[in-house]
Nanobody, 116 residues
């Protein structure tokens, strides 16, 4: 089974930026698309962004214009550049296939905390 390792989270002030990475143990092109998801305390996990094999992207309305997904097919890694961060972006961020389908696998995620 593919292993996904997220990294790059941290504590940042409102308006700040972070760049998340997600390294896959297998060729990410085996999946039609990859996605970023997040789970805030006490809330359901939600989809944030998706990037296709060809690099097309799609975003949740709450992050449009602030977050940018990208991928490096040679490194089997996807990224999420997060700018203009808000306190409501605080969550554990995960990557996974998109759409999720029947997968039950999740990596350990990376914590993003936006606080002054």
């Amino acid at each position: 089974q593919v292993q996904l390792v997220e990294s790059g989270g941290g504590v940042v002030q409102p308006g700040g930026s972070l760049r998340l990475s997600c390294a896959s143990s297998e060729n990410i092109n085996i999946m039609v698309a990859m996605g970023w998801y997040r789970q805030a305390p006490g809330k359901q996990r939600e989809w944030v962004a998706a990037i296709s094999r060809g690099g097309s992207t799609n975003y949740h309305d709450s992050v449009k214009g602030r977050f940018t997904a990208s991928r490096d097919n040679i490194k089997d890694t996807i990224y999420l550049q997060m700018n203009s961060l808000k306190p409501e972006d605080t969550a554990v961020y995960y990557c996974n296939q998109y759409p999720l389908g029947s997968t039950t696998y999740w990596g350990q995620g990376t914590q993003v905390t936006v606080s002054s």
